[in-house]
Structure formats: structure tokens, C-alpha cells
T-cell receptor, first 113, second 112 residues
Framework: DVKVTQSSRYLVKRTGEKVFLECVQD?????MFWYRQDPGLGLRLIYFSYDVKMKEKGDIPEGYSVSREKKERFSLILESASTNQTSMYLC????????????FGSGTRLTVV | GENVEQHPSTLSVQEGDSAVIKCTYSDSASNYFPWYKQELGKGPQLIID?????GEKKDQRIAVTLNKTAKHFSLHITETQPEDSAVYFC???????????FGKGTKLSVKP
């Protein structure tokens, strides 16, 4: 099974800072996803990527960007962090070309103060 | 696009009772329906899934049923235990290579 590693479990940043959240997989899967999770709102898709250098907007991309320079690494960037971006961020890997059975990382709890 | 509704949002049961969580989906082309369990402080983990050519699937105390005509699917947990307490998410995959669309989650509490 693929292992998904998110670089930080907890992060505290100041308003206006540029924030990088990293996600690394230990296999060769093409499909990678970034979600944010908020109480009562479930999992909302921010961005996804089906291959290196490729990115697609999800449902809530505003205020975020992503980078996929290598197949195993998918980075989520908060260009100028704001308090409404305080959330749990989850990275997921879709296994196989048909996107069956996502594997999630443990999440990064980001607090913007 | 696909839309997934999940009910209830919270569910409290006594240990040993059964728990049922229901989801409906909108896209009749959806063909894959996984369920995830998220324990406190962890990412969601796949616990069971079903594809559209199957009506029911069981794995020990958990089962999933799918009604394609009505476009709904359900998670059944029998003989619940305190360690079943978690947030459960249903999801549906639209089309041949679509992304998973998640329900908003159900917080299950199993009281000893």
C-alpha cells in the first residue's frame, strides 16, 4: 500500500505569511489531491493533479496554489495566509488510473493567527 | 456534477447495537462507492467499498448495500464497539475517471 506523508502535523502561521504544505508518496501514483476539512462541511477539494507539472482547480481553489515538480511530491501553497484558512488539510493519493481507493495522509492542522 | 448527501450527521448508539448511515448520490453514471473512517487526529481510512455491478458487500461486522435505481447506498455496522466511534464519510466516483465526491460525514458515538 502507498504511504502518504504530510510534512507537518501542526502548524501556526501569521496572517500574510506564505505557507507551504508538503505531501509525499512512496510509490508512483499519478493522481494526487489536496482537501481541506472543516466541521460540518466535510472534505472540500482544493486542487488536484494527474501528473507532473499538471494541476486542476477543485471546488475551493481561491487563495491557494499548488506545485507538482516531481511525481512523488505535491505541494499546497497559501500565497498570503488568512485566518479563514485555519483548517485541517488532507492530502490524498488516488490509486491507479481509475482513481479507486484514495489513501489519505494524517493531515496538517493549520492555524493562522 | 455529482452531489452526495449523507445522513445522519451524528449518530449515538449503545455498544452491541447496529448503526446505519445512508448516502444518496445524483449522477447515475457513478460506479464506485467507498466508505472511510476517520479517527480523532488521523486521516480518513478506507474501510469498505462497492462497485456498481454489486448490490451488497460484507467484511466481518461491516456491510455496504447499493440501490442503483434509487441512487442510494448505506453502511451497516453490527455489534458496535466503542472503537467504532469515529467520523464516517461516504463517497461516490462519477464517470470513468472522475474524482471522488464526499458526503459531509457522520459522527458515530458508541456508548459502553
Amino acid at each position: 500500500d502507498v504511504k502518504v506523508t504530510q510534512s507537518s502535523r501542526y502548524l501556526v502561521k501569521r496572517t500574510g505569511e506564505k505557507v507551504f504544505l508538503e505531501c509525499v508518496q512512496d510509490m508512483d501514483h499519478e493522481n494526487m489531491f489536496w482537501y481541506r476539512q472543516d466541521p460540518g462541511l466535510g472534505l472540500r477539494l482544493i486542487y488536484f493533479s494527474y501528473d507532473v507539472k499538471m494541476k486542476e482547480k477543485g471546488d475551493i481553489p481561491e487563495g491557494y496554489s499548488v506545485s507538482r515538480e516531481k511525481k512523488e511530491r505535491f505541494s499546497l501553497i497559501l500565497e498570503s495566509a488568512s485566518t479563514n484558512q485555519t483548517s485541517m488539510y488532507l492530502c490524498a493519493i488516488g490509486q491507479g488510473a481509475s482513481n479507486y481507493g484514495y489513501t489519505f495522509g494524517s493531515g496538517t492542522r493549520l492555524t493562522v493567527v | 456534477g455529482e452531489n452526495v448527501e449523507q445522513h445522519p450527521s451524528t449518530l449515538s448508539v449503545q455498544e452491541g447495537d447496529s448503526a446505519v448511515i445512508k448516502c444518496t448520490y445524483s449522477d447515475s453514471a457513478s460506479n464506485y462507492f467507498p466508505w472511510y473512517k476517520q479517527e480523532l487526529g488521523k486521516g480518513p481510512q478506507l474501510i469498505i467499498d462497492i462497485r456498481s455491478n454489486v448490490g451488497e458487500k460484507k467484511d466481518q461486522r461491516i456491510a455496504v448495500t447499493l440501490n442503483k435505481t434509487a441512487k442510494h447506498f448505506s453502511l451497516h455496522i453490527t455489534e458496535t464497539q466503542p472503537e467504532d466511534s469515529a467520523v464516517y464519510f461516504c463517497a461516490a466516483r462519477g464517470g470513468s475517471q472522475g474524482n471522488l465526491i464526499f458526503g459531509k460525514g457522520t459522527k458515530l458515538s458508541v456508548k459502553p
